[in-house]
């Protein structure tokens, strides 16, 4: 898989992708990620991506242009599954949108920036939208951080078995039981004694219980 992120400020996503599992993706070929800088596409001798906005006091906006140059460049290079813009006034991503946009060839992801972007972009430019929460950023960067994150790792090779996806919070729609590790008592702190006791059927029982009792408990609304 390909995804190209198309930004104002691509020093922040210089570090999210280069290190760990997803430096470990694009070292194994299985995921490409590539930053562009949209001032690269500006056409004036400032390489302005912003102007003011027509109605008074809406602040900068970023333009069309150069944002039209850059995805019409991308796209006569290769076929792009969807072209995807993150802002707060959109649709939420959720754990079915990572599990769907992951079956993609090429994305292209566009960080908005300023007080918003011109809305013939995202009328004429842009296939998908999503928020990664009802919050304002002052950038969609550190939102594509996480969209690509919560893609790149459901990519087969990426996760070993023992980290697999299948087994992650919301795959099933609920939450995921608690887990220990050594030692089982620590100051009087001690792992619920059925994890010791060796018989799978049962600890696979408890885990099922432990994850309706935190989703209920939690994020009731997963259950509705
Ligand atoms: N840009 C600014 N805030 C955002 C949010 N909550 N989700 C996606 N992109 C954003």
């Known amino acids: ?91 939420k991503f959720t754990q079915q949108d990572a599990n769907k946009l992951s079956m993609s060839g090429n994305l292209i992801i566009l960080c908005g920036h300023y007080k918003g972007i011109d809305q013939r972009v995202r009328d004429n430019l842009i296939t998908r939208e999503f928020s990664i929460g009802d919050y304002v950023l002052t950038g969609g960067e550190l939102a594509a951080a996480i969209l690509t994150d919560a893609i790149v790792r459901l990519l087969p090779g990426v996760l070993s078995d023992e980290t697999s996806a299948l087994t992650d919070s919301f795959q099933d729609g609920l939450l995921t039981p608690p887990v220990y590790t050594r030692p089982a008592d620590y100051k009087g702190w001690k792992v619920p004694e059925i994890l010791l006791s060796g018989n799978d059927q049962l600890i696979d029982e408890w885990k099922m219980d432990q994850a309706l009792e935190r989703t209920r408990r939690i994020r009731p609304d997963l259950l509705a």
């Open 1 to 91: 898989m390909r995804i190209d992120i198309l930004t104002v400020v691509p020093e922040l996503l210089e570090s999210p992708f280069n290190h760990s599992i997803l430096k470990r993706a694009q070292e194994k070929g299985i995921a490409e990620i590539n930053v562009h800088n949209i001032r690269d596409w500006a056409t004036d001798k400032h390489k302005r991506v912003d102007d003011y906005a027509f109605s008074k006091g809406a602040g900068m906006v970023m333009m069309v242009e150069p944002i039209d140059r850059a995805i019409s460049e991308l796209r006569s290079q290769r076929v792009y599954d969807e072209v995807i813009f993150l802002t707060p006034d959109a649709v």
